[in-house]
T-cell receptor
């Protein structure tokens, strides 16, 4: 049971570099989410996709873009990485949109921006 | 003041003890989530509840809507319960979103 798979698990970038974090789920879920987790703070929503073909900004979208490639995949792109984007990134999915449903999380991507 | 606050922030217990983690929120909610994050980082959804009580194995979650308070209880705690426990409130309505607490770090010692 793969569930939600994130790649890569770890990444170190230099300021200004770009990269894409990949996320795929095999549970046929309609909704997918990207969060970041920083020390001393709760998880914060970056972007979400309520269904295939739609994306919406969350609480902290600046500096990020997303693509809902198909029902399975939801990628997060950093166009020009900044040290403030050093964080642990989690992808999640749920059967339907709305946050009153259990979410299934990936194992996270630890990203360091030097 | 954060909209979702957990207490305690850190908790150390001896194996076998009964553990309670508290979550208070200041917003109206449609549901409250309890999550578990193990060392190594993976996050697992434990419960989602909007009223009353839910039980799964040794874990029990309760919520009091009037008092805007939820608790997570662990009976007969075990070292494998060591993790960060996170509550998150779904505020429903037009700005439907999850508001996360900062987590409670639990260490259960053998």
């Amino acid at each position: 049971n793969a569930g939600v798979t994130q790649t890569p698990k770890f990444q170190v970038l230099k300021t200004g570099q770009s990269m894409t974090l990949q996320c795929a789920q095999d549970m046929n879920h309609n909704s997918m989410y990207w969060y970041r987790q920083d020390p001393g703070m709760g998880l914060r929503l970056i972007y979400y996709s309520a269904s295939e073909g739609t994306t919406d900004k969350g609480e902290v979208p600046n500096g990020y873009n997303v693509s809902r490639l198909n029902k399975r995949e939801f990628s997060l792109r950093l166009e020009s990485a900044a040290p403030s984007q050093t964080s642990v990134y989690f992808c999640a999915s749920s059967p339907e949109g709305g946050f009153n449903q259990p979410q299934h999380f990936g194992d996270g991507t630890r990203l360091s921006i030097l | 003041k954060n909209e979702v606050e957990q207490s305690p922030q850190n908790l150390t217990a001896q194996e076998g003890e009964f553990i309670t983690i508290n979550c208070s929120y200041s917003v109206g909610i449609s549901a409250l989530h309890w999550l578990q994050q193990h060392p190594g980082g993976g996050i697992v959804s434990l419960f989602m509840l909007s009223s009353g009580k839910k039980k799964h194995g040794r874990l029990i979650a309760t919520i009091n809507i009037q008092e805007k308070h939820s608790s997570l209880h662990i009976t007969a705690s075990h070292p494998r319960d060591s993790a960060v426990y996170i509550c998150a409130a779904c505020n429903g309505g037009a700005t439907n979103k999850l508001i996360f607490g900062t987590g409670t770090l639990l260490a259960v010692q053998p």
